[in-house]
């Protein structure tokens, strides 16, 4: 199999100097379809892929201020057009002959991190660090992107050889798990039958593969808002609803949930921002948290619990409220001929290893979502780790990887078409 290293650098560094944070990645999503479209891929882009309805933590300011900023860099105004103000883009490629559907998944987002300008920080050194203040590729998004493309060009070279149907899937605003919900329930992966998705690094040096990551939490990200009416605190109290002494109730008693007794649980209230003035009965507060749990009924329990208290605070303090989920990602377990397929590829490649094959990965990942809506089809699911060395943790300033892995990476993935539909 000839992949090009060099290409793959390219690629990558050339992402890596424009990171766009989740939802605002139009430059990022732009360039992936140029590049796709040019290999032969039939691109959807825009409500082909995202369902409105399912949008997670979309924040118009940097939706407005991406688009801008992608237009200043050139974008292709055919892709702005037709993302119609959503970004992310699938490829398909049809054989026309009978045969499988599979579906791969690469997030394109970046992080709210300023990257190092130290002398020993690779990318400051040779000149592809962001040209975003502020934002940067630092959780290794830019390598995913890259891995996607390199599978795509091998695709393309070899699509005589091939049977049924490939979606690549190239989605925006995996940070926080915002983006997955909104195209699952596009229906777009509604006909997969094999669905894989991945990540570099985390947990596994170069030479490594974890085949089955284990403990993916179901997460559900929810912001509450109290609306109080305001009155003079000492003249007329009384006239007043109070949105502080709501949102103060409501986070003590989020924080007081009773555990779940089949699985464990988490809860987090991060954020409290309320009122207004020092004599002012305040009228406005919200709240930011997130609820994980071991599963996705279990987290639904958390879910449910944080609506109840929402709306009873909200009740008892006569405030009016609401609550939207900000981001959510579901628990997944990866189907075991997947895991032996993709364990199989690594042992084929003399530079890999399997590595600690059940890691713990005690985090939450949207990828999990599209992979259990292919799964409740009936279709097999798979999340891996591809190792890879790294020079910082993940979301940190001085974060970068080992490129070399970019191979192994599209190795893999290539092998999964091989082997799925050759
Ligand atoms: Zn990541």
Request: glycine share 10%; with cysteine; proline share 3%.
């Amino acid at each position: 199999m000839n992949i090009n290293l060099q290409q793959l650098i390219q690629w990558r560094r050339e992402f890596h100097r424009f990171p766009e944070t989740g939802w605002s990645e139009f430059w990022t999503t732009s360039k992936i379809a140029d590049y796709l479209e040019e290999m032969g891929f039939e691109i959807l882009l825009g409500q082909q892929i995202i369902n409105p309805d399912f949008v997670r933590g979309r924040n118009l300011t940097i939706v407005e201020q991406g688009l801008a900023n992608a237009q200043a860099y050139g974008a292709n105004s055919q892709w702005l057009e037709r993302m119609n103000g959503y970004t992310g883009c699938v490829a398909v490629f049809d054989s026309g002959k009978p045969g499988k559907t599979i579906a791969f998944r690469f997030d394109i987002d970046c992080v709210n991190v300023t990257e190092s300008v130290a002398a020993t920080h690779r990318p400051h050194q040779e000149g592809f660090s962001s040209i975003n203040p502020g934002f940067m590729h630092a959780c290794g998004h830019d390598g995913h992107i890259t891995i996607g493309l390199g599978t795509a060009q091998w695709i393309m070279q070899n699509k005589d050889k091939l049977r049924g149907k490939i979606k690549l899937v190239f989605q925006p605003a995996e940070e926080g798990v915002r983006g997955a919900a909104a195209i699952a329930a596009s229906g777009i992966l509604d006909d997969v039958d094999y669905f894989a998705g991945s990540h570099l690094s985390f947990c596994a040096s170069s030479g490594t593969i974890i085949s089955n990551p284990k403990n993916f939490l179901s997460t559900t990200k929810v912001d509450i808002r109290y609306q109080g009416k305001p009155a003079h605190a000492g003249a007329a109290p009384h006239l007043g609803r109070h949105a502080v002494l709501a949102a103060a109730h409501a986070v003590t008693q989020l924080h007081g949930i009773s555990r779940h007794g089949e699985g464990m649980t988490r809860i987090n209230v991060g954020v409290l921002r309320a009122g207004e003035g020092r004599n002012v009965i305040p009228t406005s507060a919200e709240i930011q948290l997130e609820v994980r749990g071991e599963n996705k009924a279990i987290n639904d329990y958390m879910y449910q619990q944080v609506l109840q208290i929402a709306k009873g605070v909200a009740l008892s303090f006569d405030v009016e409220y609401e609550t939207e989920i900000m981001g959510e990602a579901v628990d997944m377990i990866n189907d075991p001929e997947m895991i032996a397929l993709v364990e199989d590829i690594a042992n084929q490649l003399p530079q890999i290893q399997v590595g600690n094959a059940e890691y713990p990965f005690n985090a939450s990942e949207d990828a999990t979502i599209l992979g259990r809506r292919v799964q409740d089809n009936g279709g097999k699911s798979i999340y891996f780790i591809i190792g890879a060395n790294r020079t910082a943790e993940h979301h940190q300033a001085e974060f970068d990887f080992d490129e070399s892995q970019l191979v192994t990476g599209v190795q893999i993935y290539t092998s999964l078409v091989q082997k799925l539909l050759a």
